[in-house]
C-alpha cells in the first residue's frame, strides 16, 4: 500500500527540507502535512510504510525506530555517520544537540519540540532529551550514499 493524499504531501515536505539542510547544521520543521508513521498511534505497519517510501523518495536507505528513553524522561543519542529526523508525535522536550564541526562557530543547539515538530539532526551530532512523561517520537536516520 502507497501513501497518498496528506502522506505523500509530508514526504515532499521531508524531502525538501534535507535537501536546504544537506551538510548544513541543525533545523526545525514545522510540517503542513502528516505521514500515517508520523502520529502517536502509528504501528509498525506505519513505520514501515515510512521507511519504504522515506527511502523511495530520498533514495537513501533510511531507517525508522520508535525513540525510547534511557531512562524516566530522557533521552541520549550518540553520534552516528546518518542524519536524523526526530518527529515529536506527542507530548514534547528541550532537546540539546552537542557541538558540531559545519560553519565557523559549532556551538551546541537547543531547542523544545512539541507534538507535530520536527527536528533535523546533521551527521555526527550527539544528542539529549529531557521529554514529558507523554512524549513519543520516531527516529527517522538517513543513511550515507554507499
Known amino acids: 500500500m502507497r501513501t497518498s493524499g496528506s502522506g505523500a504531501r ?7 527540507f534535507l535537501s536546504v539542510h544537506r551538510g548544513g547544521g541543525p533545523g526545525i520543521l514545522w510540517p503542513d ?7 502517536a498511534n502509528a504501528t509498525e505497519a506505519d513505520l514501515a510504510l515510512l521507511r519504504t ?40 522536550g ?8 559545519e ?17 533535523y539532526v546533521p551527521t555526527g551530532r550527539a544528542w539529549t532529551a529531557e521529554l514529558s512523561a507523554s512524549a513519543r517520537y520516531p527516529l527517522m536516520r538517513i543513511e550515507p550514499a554507499a
Not at 502535512?33 to 502520529?39: A, I
Not at 537513501?60 to 543519542?77: F, I, L, N, T, Y
Not at 528541550?94 to 564541526?101: F, H
Not at 560553519?103 to 527536528?119: N, S, V
Open 10 to 16: 509530508h514526504l515532499g515536505e521531508l524531502a525538501l
Open 33 to 39: 502535512h502528516d505521514h500515517p508513521g508520523c502520529r
Open 53 to 92: 517510501e522515506l527511502s523511495a523518495v530520498l533514495g537513501a536507505a533510511v531507517r525508522v525506530s520508535r525513540g525510547a528513553p534511557d531512562a524516566p524522561r530522557q533521552v541520549r543519542g550518540a553520534p552516528v555517520p546518518a542524519r536524523t529526523l526526530v518527529r515529536q508525535v506527542s507530548g514534547g
Open 94 to 101: 528541550g532537546w540539546t544537540l552537542a557541538p558540531g564541526t
Open 103 to 119: 560553519g565557523i562557530r559549532a556551538e551546541p543547539f537547543h531547542c523544545r519540540l512539541r507534538a507535530g515538530e520536527l527536528l
